[in-house]
């Protein structure tokens, strides 16, 4: 049972990146699905979030109107479309999968921004 973040990289700022969370081992039908960062020297945070039909999405400030999370529950994976990056979005990228009881965490995926 895991979940595997990847789509990470170097960009620019100004740049899109999508990451993708390939889930295994368990379905993603019932799981909360969501992205977070950590930043170096900073706390880890709930970037954005999504239902379990997908039709509820959530983000936090900073990313609003840039990121977009979604899911294929037939691909069994959840991604995170990033645009117009800025310096300030460097962090490792974590994925995390909820359901009463139950909860999975990737390694991550780093992403730099920088020119």
């Known amino acids: 049972v895991q979940v595997v973040e990847s789509g990470g990289g170097l960009v620019q700022p100004g740049g899109s990146l999508k990451l993708s969370c390939a889930a295994s081992?368990?379905?993603?039908?019932?799981?909360?699905m969501s992205w977070y960062r950590q930043a170096p020297g900073k706390e880890h945070e709930l970037v954005a979030w999504?239902?379990?039909?997908?039709?509820?999405?959530n983000y936090i400030d900073s990313v609003k109107g840039r990121f977009a999370i979604s899911r294929d529950n037939a691909k069994n994976t959840v991604y995170l479309q990033m645009n117009s990056l800025k310096p300030e979005d460097t962090a490792v990228y974590y994925c995390?999968?909820?359901?009463?009881?139950?909860?999975?965490w990737g390694r991550g995926t780093q992403v730099t921004v920088s020119a």
């Open positions: 995390h999968a909820r359901t009463p009881g139950y909860w999975y």
């Open positions: 081992g368990f379905s993603i039908r019932e799981y909360y």
């Open positions: 999504i239902s379990v039909t997908g039709d509820s999405t």
